[in-house]
């Protein structure tokens, strides 16, 4: 408890109070099937455990949730306080203090409480039969909207008593885009209760329910697997394809990461961002078809040479035209030299007739050319190459992304000679992929309980999704 | 190789598989519309309507398989059935199999109509499957024990059964697929076994809950138990999505050798193509597949390296050290990415001679490196030429390196390849 305020320490302990007197009052008015209670409470503590061990990533099954929801209609709402408090003796959570036990079986006990409650105000019963079917759907909705908002509240409050900062920016920070996913835990919870006892099935019917969930979890962390050696499958081939040019080593890379940078900066769509970080890296793939000895040569280029040159970024998108994803990123790559003025190749597009990707490409394209070394010049300060592009732009340079790329730079900083053997900016790719999972999240109804169900991890993970925009903050999850 | 090989005809499984099939199908819709053959409307109509909608959500799983895992979730609820709230289920598996390919016949046209044909192969399977299914479960009266039971045994019971009906899929699955890929069957059917574990086991269970819950829930069970289902299908496809791109990419990018006036035009595409069939036909695994067509692929990035291009691209003419530099600098490349090594395993080996019989050092070389050293061989004789003067003639000069460059059994299987390709073309 030392390093909280004492506010959230005044907090912690008025919570946990309550929690003890309604245990104690549910105890008083225990069910009598207390032989479920008990299979129900192991099962809650597995679920707990495995939800712990198996960390918080990805689809991770907050079985306890489902638990809590599924005791409800079986042993009524004093069976689900008994039976939700004993989160607080989940296993392992390596490190996890007392304090953190204590309270997160506290504020699960009074959620489940709460839930209970506003499940037999709705008229739900402990006798599920054929009957309750679709009747009962309101009050176990109702159970599950209470139960999730009595959780993040709780939570929210003691994470922004710790963090000083109001609770509701807690709730919309990591909090908001969990809802769905608890509406889905009602609904487990609801299944696991009525194959339990009126199906008949027993604990039997929670292995059945959770295997398509397993399932679908693990396909997941495949694709999350085949995502990662994508990324790098790529980043590895540029980088081969990059000992054949001038150009220093790192520089798709980089035109990636500034890419990326300036799309943030106008709020481009985070699909979109994806999308466009590829077409940063693979922008000048065409250059292969270009002879080595043009892109070498020093001094000046006949015509011919010139045009040789120039057709680069067409046969750049005669290569990545079939990859179907790209889409938008192919248009990029094609147009990334044209200029604003209409003076540009292959096509001489004028103003918004380019498009938007290759407006970005272009700015980025130069800022790192400007700021790297090349065989014919040092490299310049980022100074001044803003100074350039500002004074490029409306002609070559869309005004925009320039301004775009400034601000992202004094915000982000930018480091332009220093690539790290995987490329120089993992964290785009995690934050790609923090979206999808967000995405998923919405869909799922499983995981995004982060920090909701106990406040276990708070350190890590709640500033991993309080701004999502800050690349500096995944970094902190991924050291948590 | 001491697997057995056997090889179906092509066409000859899909066509007994789908007429098979049909023939199910037209049985089971007149038998159940005669009269007293159809029971309980309201509920065949409940299943039908989900299974249609789930043949509409069809995807297709990595590695190109495709499944309708809410469709047959909900066939094979259909087919365990044993009570349906207050009411029993007394549909016959006959009816069971009409309502199904009823169902998918709606859900299908849809697709049929906009151009996207439907997987006949694929569909015939479910509807075989599925009457074997329901046959064996309602047939041999499992069907009214289970309903007499109403316990944990009832739900152990369905697993059985599910479990049942996952091996007669993965078994029809392989026939069709043995014929079609001309791979040895019990290749193919470890490979369809892999590939259906995962989706099958959640179909199944989903299949098994909805049958359970249906006895109290009626059809609310049916749009309840998708929702696991659906987020499993929501993984699979964003898997299968970016294992196409992946596959997208590095065929895109096996170009650039092409561009950079390093190989033929085409050159990488056609090794890759020629190399799996070979490497189908000698079964291997679609884990070991998918490596040897991305090394295949990727084969010629070490000539990036060469600061002339070969003339022609051909590897097969450049000095067997160069041929070994390229391949060890092409190895390196796909080092880098952190992930490939064991496809830059096999394009580091792919100048390896098969044996060196004089040579104490003589190793094995894997498959996958010994099939692209004689695919590419092949095609750097050939090109993408049909003329059979010229193919017959690359054929002479690899069979004149067997046994020491290229290995017997790959150079046969080749062999057939490009015979059956050249008959298809010409």
């Given at each position: 408890m030392r390093g909280l305020p004492v506010s959230a320490r005044l907090y912690v302990v008025i919570i946990v109070a309550s929690a003890c007197v309604l245990i104690g009052v549910s105890w008083i008015h225990r069910p009598t099937a207390l032989v479920t209670v008990a299979v129900l409470i192991g099962l809650h503590i597995v679920g707990e455990s495995l939800l712990a061990r198996g960390s918080r990533d990805l689809l991770s099954i907050s079985l306890g949730s489902v638990t809590t929801l599924a005791a409800i209609p079986m042993v009524g709402t004093s069976g689900a306080v008994l039976v939700a408090w004993t989160a607080a003796f989940a296993l392992e959570r390596d490190h996890t203090a007392p304090v953190k036990r204590i309270f997160n079986g506290a504020q699960l006990a009074l959620a489940g409480g709460a839930a209970g409650g506003a499940y037999e105000f709705l008229g739900g019963t402990t006798h599920l039969g054929t009957d309750s079917f679709p009747s009962v759907l309101l009050p176990i909705l109702a159970a599950d909207v209470v139960h999730c908002a009595v959780n993040g509240a709780l939570v929210a409050v003691v994470v922004g008593l710790h963090q000083r900062v109001s609770p509701l920016v807690v709730w919309q920070g990591t909090m908001a885009r969990s809802v769905s996913s608890y509406l889905a835990y009602g609904l487990f919870g609801v299944l696991l209760a009525v194959l339990w006892i009126p199906v008949g099935v027993g604990p039997l019917a929670a292995l059945l329910l959770l295997l398509p969930l397993f399932v679908a979890r693990w396909a997941y962390a495949q694709y999350a697997e085949e995502q990662r050696a994508y990324d790098s499958t790529v980043r590895a081939l540029m980088a081969a394809v990059e000992t054949?040019?001038?150009?220093?080593?790192g520089h798709s890379e980089r035109v990636s990461s500034a890419s990326v940078l300036i799309a943030r900066a106008i709020g481009m769509r985070e699909d979109r961002v994806g999308s466009l970080r590829y077409a940063g890296m693979l922008h000048d793939i065409g250059k292969l078809g270009v002879p080595t000895r043009l892109l070498q040569k020093a001094g000046g280029l006949t015509e011919e040479e010139f045009a040789a040159i120039q057709r680069h970024p067409e046969q750049g998108l005669e290569i990545v035209r079939e990859i179907d994803f790209l889409d938008e990123a192919n248009a990029g790559i094609r147009h990334h030299h044209e200029r604003l003025d209409g003076l540009g190749y292959p096509m001489g597009l004028r103003g918004d007739d380019i498009p938007e990707f290759a407006r970005v490409i272009a700015v980025a394209d130069a800022f790192d050319s400007m700021t790297t070394t090349r065989s014919y010049r040092g490299a310049r300060s980022i100074e001044h190459a803003i100074t350039e592009l500002r004074r490029c732009s409306g002609t070559q340079f869309d005004p925009r992304m320039v301004e775009a790329l400034v601000r992202g730079v004094a915000e982000?900083?930018?480091?332009?000679?220093a690539p790290t053997p995987n490329g120089n900016q993992p964290v785009a790719a995690d934050e790609v992929f923090d979206q999808e999972l967000a995405e998923l999240d919405q869909l799922a109804g499983i995981d995004g309980i982060d920090g909701i169900d106990g406040i276990d991890g708070i350190d890590g993970i709640v500033y991993a999704h309080l701004d999502h925009d800050d690349p500096t903050a995944v970094l902190v999850r991924e050291q948590s | 190789m001491s697997l057995a090989r056997r090889h179906l005809d092509d066409s000859g499984t899909t066509v007994v598989v789908a007429a098979a099939a049909a023939l199910l199908g037209v049985a089971s819709v007149v038998i159940t519309s005669s009269?007293?053959?159809?029971?309980?409307p309201a509920v065949a109509l409940s299943f039908g309507v989900f299974i249609a909608i789930g043949e509409l959500v069809r995807i297709t799983l990595p590695g190109g398989r495709d499944a309708a895992p809410i469709a047959t979730a909900g066939a094979l609820g259909y087919a365990l059935l044993t009570r349906f709230q207050d009411s029993g289920a007394a549909q016959s598996s006959m009816q069971v199999v009409a309502v199904v390919v009823v169902a998918m016949i709606v859900g299908v046209a849809p697709h049929a109509v906009t151009g996207r044909a439907p997987a006949i192969d694929s569909m015939a399977r479910r509807i075989l499957s599925i009457g074997i299914t329901a046959g064996f479960f309602r047939g041999t009266g499992l069907a009214d024990r289970v309903d007499r039971m109403q316990d944990a045994r009832t739900a152990l019971v369905l697993m059985g059964v599910v479990v049942v009906s996952l091996v007669v899929d993965a078994l029809l699955a392989a026939a069709v697929r043995a014929g079609t890929d001309r791979a040895p069957f019990f290749a193919v059917l470890r490979n369809e076994a892999r590939a259906q574990i995962g989706i099958g086991s959640a179909i199944g269970a989903t299949g098994a809950l909805i049958a359970l819950a249906a006895t109290i829930m009626g059809a609310w069970a049916l749009p309840v138990f998708v929702l696991p289902l659906l987020l499993t299908q929501f993984s699979f496809r964003r898997y299968a999505a970016v294992r196409e791109s992946s596959l997208q990419t590095i065929r895109a990018l096996s170009r650039v050798t092409e561009l950079g006036g390093y190989t033929e035009s085409g050159h990488s595409r056609r090794v890759s193509s020629l190399a799996t069939a070979v490497g189908r036909e000698l079964g291997m695994s679609d884990g070991d597949l998918r490596d040897l067509e991305y090394a295949a692929l990727m084969?010629?990035?070490?000539?990036?390296?060469?600061?002339e291009p070969i003339p022609g691209g051909a590897t097969v003419v450049a000095a067997p050290a160069e041929q070994r530099r390229i391949a060890e600098y092409g190895a390196d490349v796909i080092r880098q990415t952190g992930v490939l090594d064991g496809v830059a395993a096999i394009v580091a080996q792919?100048?390896?001679?098969?044996?060196?019989?004089?040579?104490?050092?003589?190793r094995d070389v894997p498959l996958a490196a010994r099939i692209i050293k004689a695919v590419n061989a092949y095609d750097d004789l050939v090109g993408d030429s049909w003329e059979t003067s010229r193919r017959l003639n690359a054929l002479e000069r690899l069979r004149l390196g067997m046994a020491y460059e290229y290995d017997p059994v790959v150079v046969e299987s080749l062999t057939k390849t490009v015979g059956r390709a050249a008959r298809f073309a010409g």
């Open positions: 054949k040019d001038l150009y220093t080593r982000h900083g930018w480091a332009p000679d | 009269p007293g053959g159809f029971v309980a084969h010629d990035i070490g000539q990036l390296s060469l600061s792919q100048a390896e001679p098969y044996r060196r019989a004089h040579d104490v050092h003589d």
